[in-house]
Nanobody, 119 residues
């Protein structure tokens, strides 16, 4: 019902930066980013709530920034000071209403974009 399309993934060296973008075809109250590394569970990374509040998982606080352009139905994830531990497939997600840093709280998902950090 609300397709999400991510872009901006790629390979960068540790300490570098990368910016992910996600565009939704319809309105969502909450949008966010999740990631999944091989052998790991899908992890909530950052959320942008409809009231402009944001939520981050502890491991990315101070390094990642989530923002959104409501007119363009686009959410961004600016990732700085990247480390090898940030390597994962990053998924954009949206919720019709309130959301949390749990996959079950989301209603719509993008197909994912791979982020690889090399040492």
């Amino acid at each position: 019902q609300v397709p999400l399309v991510e872009s901006g993934g790629g390979s960068v060296q540790a300490g570098g930066s990368l910016r992910l973008s996600c565009t939704a075809s319809g309105s969502t109250y909450c949008m966010g980013w999740f990631r999944q590394a091989p052998g790991k569970e899908r992890e909530g990374v950052a959320l942008s709530h409809g009231d402009d509040d944001t939520t981050y998982t502890d491991s990315v606080k101070g390094r990642f920034t989530i923002s959104r352009d409501s007119a363009k139905r686009t959410v961004y994830l600016q990732m700085n000071s990247l480390t090898v531990e940030d390597t994962a497939v990053y998924y954009c997600a949206g919720a019709l209403w309130r959301c949390q840093l749990t996959a079950a709280s989301m209603d719509y998902w993008g197909k994912g974009t791979l982020v690889t950090i090399s040492s």
